[in-house]
């Protein structure tokens, strides 16, 4: 299951609730959010997501704010928003050219950096 999936289906179970509390049926949100009734039903059952636009309308149409529905308030969700450290201007100079490299030149320079580690007594990679 991939996350994708697993955000298709909290929305649709935000979108649930949100129209229940609402007392609302989902031929009601869709014909207030300007929606297909089977479309907004596939939403709600997890089955796909909708467009910005949609959700936008969705959000307006439910009392419901989009990170709500997006699952922005869990703890997974805050982990991945957090922002990658600073690379500093080498490293950030060396991964431009790492991109330009074949998969056989990123080999060598793989093969090149393990054997600079082992000759410095370096701490092995995490892949090690």
């Known amino acids: 299951m991939d996350d994708i ?27 207030r959010s300007g929606l297909a009734a089977a479309v907004y039903g596939r939403i709600e059952r997890g089955q796909m997501l909708p467009s910005v636009p949609t959700l936008h309308r969705l959000c307006m149409t439910l ?17 991945a928003a957090a922002p990658e450290p600073e690379l500093s201007p080498e490293l950030t100079r ?8 074949t998969p056989q030149g990123l080999r060598c320079v793989g093969a090149l950096a393990a054997d600079i580690r082992r000759r410095k007594n370096l701490a092995p990679f995490a892949e090690d």
């Open 5 to 31: 999936d697993s955000l298709k289906r909290h929305l649709g179970a935000a979108l649930l609730r949100a129209r229940e509390r609402a007392g609302l049926t989902q031929a009601d949100v869709s014909s």
């Open 94 to 101: 060396l991964a431009r050219l790492l991109r330009l490299l």
């Open 63 to 79: 009392p419901i704010s989009a990170s709500a529905l997006l699952d922005l308030q869990s703890p997974k969700a805050l982990a």
